[in-house]
């Protein structure tokens, strides 16, 4: 799904800023009908839940509605008129005026709709967007109402991150001509030194592409929907070091361009094979972060700010590469990695497919996890589209290396492999060309796992140390140690680590590492570390986690997981000196 853009034949409006906003219960039957009568103003993008010091409204459980007014820019006439919703979390309904126009569920991916017929270039409309954060057995993640003896809903999930909710991306009106470009797909190769773009544009005319380079000189070009362009000495996508060329796709009608738009193109190859990922056929090796969008007030509210110092602050420590635990980022994200050269491993909001664990604890549950007693036919029919709508969404990025479908399902359980190999070929059938994997959890070992062959990457998320041999390291890299060489000797695949770490209260030391003190998380990934150096099959190493970060309240929790590498507000831990040490060799 292509992101709005200006371009020669389009314009862009953003709407972000304060809306009205209200609960359902206080908005009146069908809001969407008359003006919302409300004091509060929510601002978008921002979560709803910590803006405004109301309990009611952090632990709201349903609809909550946002209106504002937009003006259509008076030249628009002639134009398709469409409006974009880059995330409602986790449903969304629009209205323009009156009118539904689009709903849409899954609450970390972008939907429009074409609003042509019930708006006037130079008028007004009102803009009404619904938005649900209920989770549901079948929805992605999933989760569960429950009811209070006085009558409250509450939440519950299973997922360790706050159920952050609202509009937390931006909000477009756009104009797109009335014949456009309606998708592009480019495939990146390499013959010798030459440079492949192998290309396909859907549009409802003549279609024609130019691809330039960094200064703007065209490289290459050609006539029709999809074709091969060749760049002779082609400068590589490389992480570290990313090169963008700029393809410019036109629709031609009568001799004359009516739609033309741009995307970035890196030109990289990614591979697996043995015990390797290779990037432009070099071993890569992952160092960086698991992360997560979570920021004080904002919630996952998405905010410039934070991104770049987020981005400085992981190349500060020396990281190449992160994984967007647990769900789709916002695509701002996304660009700045392509444009930086930063490595990505891009993940579906599939978390808490497992009945055995809450809070990245046991429950004791011995529940059944798949099937139609817990998430069935019509979950898996919701995570294929969510992998539908990652990928169409992201196809097109070079910083995303690999596809992670899901985070630690129960792939011990009975179930769990019918469940998982169709949504294995859906991702290989949408997109052959990056690997494919999955995050697993350790109470899925080497030898009962059920889905692990499935993939081209294991990822393996571990804790021991902390919720295994808790305090004990000498046990934990003993351990640790004889489960990677297991992993390795079993399925020959790459191996990363994408989730180590402890959780560690910012100030807090100990002469003898006790739990809890910067001084323990320092020596758990030291510790890990070493074992990372002995193991081969070991092609990366992502943190637990970038930053403290909210979760639901919990006796485990305080004030959210402390595992952060950085505090909430960003600040070092001592830890993020031993990975600056480490991936940078400088203090
Ligand atoms: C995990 C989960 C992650 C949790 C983490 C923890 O395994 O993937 O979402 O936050 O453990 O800290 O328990």
């Given at each position: 799904m292509l992101r709005p853009q200006n371009s020669p034949t389009r314009e862009l409006v953003n709407l972000d800023g304060l809306w009205r906003f209200a609960l359902d219960d206080d908005a009146g039957p069908e809001p969407w009908t008359g003006v919302l009568r409300t004091d509060l103003e929510a601002p978008v993008p921002a979560s709803y839940n910590d803006v405004f010091a109301d309990d009611a409204i952090r632990d709201h459980v349903g609809w909550v509605w946002y209106q504002r007014t937009v003006r259509v820019?008076?030249?628009?006439?002639?134009?398709?008129?469409?409006?974009?919703?880059?995330?409602?979390?986790?449903e969304g309904r629009v209205y323009v005026d009156g009118s539904l126009v689009a709903e849409h569920v899954g609450g970390y991916t972008p939907f429009e709709a074409d609003v042509t017929d019930l708006v006037e270039p130079g008028g007004e409309f009102r803009l009404t967007i619904g938005v649900n954060n209920e989770l549901t057995p079948t929805t992605i993640p999933p989760g569960f109402t429950t009811t209070t003896d006085d009558g409250r809903r509450k939440q519950?999930?299973?997922?360790?991150?706050?159920?952050?909710?609202?509009?937390?991306?931006?909000v477009w009106l756009y104009s797109v001509p009335a014949v456009s470009v309606e998708d592009v797909?480019?495939?990146?190769?390499?013959?010798?030194?030459?440079?492949?773009?192998?290309?396909?544009?859907?549009?409802?005319?003549?279609?024609?592409?130019?691809?330039l380079d960094a200064e703007g000189a065209t490289v290459a070009e050609r006539e029709g929907a999809s074709g091969e362009l060749r760049v002779p000495d082609a400068r590589l996508w490389r992480p570290g070091a990313a090169y963008l060329y700029e393809l410019v796709a036109e629709v031609v009608e009568d001799g004359s361009v009516v739609d033309s738009?741009?995307?970035?193109?890196?030109?990289?190859?990614?591979?697996?094979?043995?015990?390797?990922?290779?990037?432009?056929?070099?071993?890569?090796?992952?160092?960086?972060?698991?992360?997560?969008?979570?920021?004080?007030?904002?919630?996952?509210?998405?905010d410039p700010a934070y991104m770049v110092h987020d981005f400085r602050l992981m190349d500060w420590c020396g990281a190449n590469s992160f994984r967007t635990s647990h769900y789709p980022y916002a695509e701002e994200?996304?660009?700045?990695?392509?444009?930086?050269?930063?490595?990505?491993?891009?993940?579906?909001?599939?978390?808490?497919?497992?009945?055995?664990?809450?809070?990245g604890m046991r429950t004791g549950a011995v529940e059944r996890t798949f099937g139609e007693d817990g998430f069935g036919k019509a979950t898996r029919e919701a995570h294929a589209q969510a992998i539908r709508e990652l990928i169409k969404r992201d196809k097109n990025h070079p910083s995303v290396v690999m596809w992670c479908i899901t985070n630690e399902p129960a792939s011990f359980e009975d179930g769990a492999r019918d469940y998982f190999a169709p949504l294995?070929?859906?991702?290989?059938?949408l997109d052959a060309t990056r690997p494919v994997t999955y995050t697993n959890l350790v109470f899925a070992t080497f030898e009962t796992d059920t889905i692990a062959d499935l993939f081209d990457v294991i990822c393996l998320n571990r804790?021991?140390?902390?919720?295994?041999?808790?305090?004990?390291?000498?046990?934990?890299?003993?351990?640790?140690?004889?489960?990677?060489?297991?992993?390795?000797?079993?399925?020959?695949?790459?191996?990363?680590?994408t989730e180590y770490g402890a959780d560690t209260l910012a100030g807090l030391h100990s002469v003898n590492a006790q739990l809890w003190t910067e001084d323990f998380q320092s020596a758990l990934?030291?510790?890990?570390?070493?074992?990372?150096?002995?193991?081969?099959?070991?092609?990366?190493?992502?943190?637990?986690?970038?930053?403290?970060?909210?979760?639901?309240?919990?006796?485990?929790?305080?004030?959210?997981?402390?595992?952060?590498?950085?505090?909430?507000?960003?600040?070092p831990k001592a830890a993020a000196r031993v990975l600056r040490k480490r991936w940078r060799g400088e203090d």
């Open positions: 820019p008076r030249g628009w006439a002639g134009e398709r008129v469409r409006v974009r919703i880059d995330a409602a979390t986790h519950l999930y299973r997922h360790d991150f706050y159920n952050y909710a609202g509009l937390a991306r931006s797909t480019v495939v990146t190769g390499l013959d010798g030194t030459t440079g492949v773009v192998e290309y396909e544009v859907a549009a409802g005319a003549a279609v024609r592409v130019r691809l738009y741009s995307l970035p193109v890196g030109i990289r190859t990614v591979e697996v094979r043995g015990t390797e990922l290779l990037i432009n056929g070099e071993p890569f090796y992952f160092k960086g972060f698991g992360k997560h969008e979570d920021t004080a007030v904002r919630g996952k509210g998405h994200v996304l660009d700045y990695a392509d444009r930086h050269g930063i490595v990505v491993i891009d993940e579906t909001a599939a978390v808490g497919l497992n009945l055995a664990i809450g809070g294995v070929d859906l991702t290989r059938e804790y021991y140390g902390w919720y295994n041999d808790t305090g004990d390291l000498a046990s934990a890299e003993a351990h640790l140690e004889a489960e990677l060489r297991g992993w390795e000797a079993r399925f020959g695949k790459p191996l990363v680590m990934l030291e510790t890990y570390h070493r074992v990372f150096d002995r193991v081969p099959a070991v092609i990366g190493e992502q943190v637990w986690n970038f930053a403290d970060f909210q979760t639901m309240a919990g006796v485990f929790r305080v004030d959210g997981n402390k595992k952060g590498v950085f505090t909430r507000d960003r600040r």
